[in-house]
T-cell receptor, first 111, second 112 residues
Framework: EAGVTQSPTHLIKTRGQQATLRCSPI?????VYWYQQALGLGLQFLLW???????NRGNFPPRFSGRQFPNYSSELNVNALELEDSALYLC??????????FGSGTQLSVL | DQQVKQNSPSLSVQEGRISILNCDYT??????FLWYKKYPAEGPTFLIS?????DKNEDGRFTVFLNKSAKHLSLHIVPSQPGDSAVYFC???????????FGTGTRLKVLA
């Protein structure tokens, strides 16, 4: 069974640009979570999607947005990139309450 | 406001000994707790969980203890093995929110 897949693995952008990160959940999982792990920090909750709807969002500015498609895959968009957005972005899927299955992440570098 | 705290950024333990990783939380509404392990360049993988109705859960070499009155949980690894060297995150969620709050992680190094 394929795990959670994220693309791209690495992404290099310059300040002010937009970044789009993609995530495919495990087959059968309807929930997708996005987390940011900045250097030296823990996993900061960004967004939670379930059945195509945004269910919850963390303390991040509106330039962090996303969506979930009918096939449950998800996109995270970061607009007007700032240097401090450089981080590992992790996607996780869940079959329901209790477990998160993480992908390997997208390393975003903002220059 | 860090609702889940792991105050020890790193821990070194000799192979064969016990590793104890600690986690404190502030939100009394948290009812489900998980531990994840993360190797470099990989996503975190689920290790063990505990519901607030229990005070202990065991899975092989891994045991999680929950002290609700102290708002504290700990992960015990016995015996520790070099392959256990990784970053360990604790996470908590509040009933009905499906929002998981993670700690900052503890880097465990098991010395051979």
């Amino acid at each position: 069974e394929a795990g959670v897949t994220q693309s791209p693995t690495h992404l290099i952008k310059t300040r002010g640009q937009q970044a789009t990160l993609r995530c495919s959940p495990i087959s059968g999982h309807t929930s997708v979570y996005w987390y940011q792990q900045a250097l030296g920090l823990g996993l900061q909750f960004l967004l939670w999607y379930d059945e195509g709807e945004e269910r919850n969002r963390g303390n991040f500015p509106p330039r962090f947005s996303g969506r979930q498609f009918p096939n449950y895959s998800s996109e995270l968009n970061v607009n007007a990139l700032e240097l401090e957005d450089s981080a590992l972005y992790l996607c996780a899927s869940s079959p329901g309450h209790g477990l998160l299955f993480f992908g390997s992440g997208t390393q975003l570098s903002v220059l | 406001d860090q609702q889940v705290k792991q105050n020890s950024p790193s821990l070194s333990v000799q192979e064969g000994r016990i590793s104890i990783l600690n986690c404190d939380y502030t939100n009394s509404m948290f009812d489900y707790f998980l531990w994840y392990k993360k190797y470099p360049a990989e996503g975190p993988t689920f290790l063990i969980s505990i519901s607030s109705i229990k005070d202990k859960n065991e899975d092989g070499r891994f045991t999680v203890f929950l002290n609700k009155s102290a708002k504290h949980l700990s992960l015990h690894i016995v015996p520790s093995q070099p392959g256990d060297s990784a970053v360990y995150f604790c996470a908590a969620s509040e009933a009905g929110t499906y929002k998981y709050i993670f700690g900052t992680g503890t880097r465990l190094k098991v010395l051979a």
